[in-house]
């Protein structure tokens, strides 16, 4: 069973940083672009960062809400991602997943962690 593990959530005031993290399996994942996802309460989940498979590239995109002020990166020695998140604002609010970059209908979700940004 595919399992993905976000974390590094919480309460953050707008201004703030927090650093969110993600563990997959070794084995596709290495070789796979990902991405930090998110969804907002009402909202459809939507691609927030995407970073290339490393066989590739190190190419990364962002949304333009987020550019300038997220970064995602990866560790594959340690098989984590990380989604930097700088100078937050509310409607950043949010559960943040990881994921392959095309994930279909198929693809199993972690729990996501929820990020939550005060004015």
């Known amino acids: 069973q595919v399992q993905l593990v976000e974390s590094g959530g919480g309460l953050a005031q707008a201004g703030g940083s927090l650093r969110l993290s993600c563990a997959f399996p070794?084995?596709?994942?290495?070789?796979?672009?990902m991405a930090w996802f998110r969804q907002a309460p009402g909202k459809q989940r939507e691609l927030v960062a995407t970073?290339?498979?490393?066989?590739?590239?190190?190419?990364?995109t962002y949304i333009d809400s987020v550019k300038g002020r997220f970064t995602i990166s990866r560790d594959n020695a340690k098989n984590t991602l990380a989604l930097q998140m700088n100078n937050l604002k509310p409607e950043d609010t949010a559960t943040y997943y990881c994921?392959?970059?095309?994930?279909?209908?198929?693809?199993?979700w972690g729990q996501g962690t929820q990020v939550t940004v005060s004015s």
């Open positions: 970073i290339a498979s490393p066989v590739s590239s190190t190419t990364t």
């Open positions: 994921n392959i970059l095309t994930p279909d209908k198929n693809t199993p």
């Open positions: 070794r084995n596709p994942f290495r070789f796979l672009a």
